[in-house]
């Protein structure tokens, strides 16, 4: 319990810091306690945010929502269909394409992200909304995962059933094997929001034109000029602790999903 209480410390205090900061003006962040409130000036401060630019922060977190929300439901999509062709059909070459799968989950993103612009520069996609969407549909973990979730949970017994009442290899793997499946689904769909939203090294690769950055690119571009515009320095605060809301958000929706999906498993 007292590591437990350490770390939960570890990881609460910059939250609580990012909050208290968040609601104050520019001459109590450096004069005040850091860790607590003095004037309550965060409706002011979000406003001011808002406005800002001609209220750009905005359109950047709608351009995250954009490449998070399409990104993790089709990237979910695909690893699970892969991840069930994995573990329930036989084919010749299935166990050396999943060791190819398993080789993905060991490259990291960042080792990826010069080829990817090399690619995309060959088609023109570059500083486009294509070329941080579309590699983010690409999950080799939601593979990997999905495989060995589908081949413990689904079993052959139940999909020869659905064969047999006349039900197709498609209709079987969306009406039953993503029921049995959802509990997988839910956590590969939290690491992909987390992974595009957090993304921030391929953006900085591949884009160039504000318009479409997403809010991680967005707030790092404002940080490198704070030196020259101090009043950057709250809108970074405030428009950072706007960014994490939306994963708490998806975090206090899916919970109940993977609850259950987990506890139905231990029943069954």
Known sequence: MLVMGVFTLYFLVPIWWLIVSA???????????????ADM???????????????????????SLAYTAGGALLGT?????????????RFRGRDTLFNVVLGGVLVPATALALPLFLIF???????????????????????????????????????EAARLDGSGEVRTF?????????PALVTVFLFQFVAIWNNFFLPLIMLRDE???????????????????????????VGALLAIIPLIVVFLLLQRFW???LGAGSVK
């Open 259 to 261: 609850r259950n999906g």
């Open 211 to 237: 318009a479409v950055f997403p809010v991680t690119l967005g707030l790092y571009s404002w940080n490198t000029q704070v030196n020259q515009i101090p009043e950057l320095r709250g809108h970074v605060l």
């Open 121 to 159: 520069s060959q088609v023109n996609l570059t500083n486009t909304f294509w070329a941080v969407f579309l590699p983010s549909l690409v999950s080799p973990f939601g593979v990997y995962l999905t495989r060995i979730y589908a081949a413990a949970s689904v079993p052959d017994e139940l999909l």
């Open 23 to 37: 609601t104050k003006d520019r001459g109590q962040f450096t004069s005040t306690n850091p860790l607590w409130f």
């Open 77 to 89: 999509v695909l690893a699970s269909m892969c991840g069930y062709a994995l573990a329930k059909y």
């Open 174 to 182: 969306f009406t039953v094997s993503v029921r049995l499946m959802f």
């Open 41 to 63: 000036n965060l409706v002011e401060n979000v406003s001011a945010l808002l406005r800002y630019d001609g209220g750009i922060f905005a359109r950047w977190i709608g351009n």
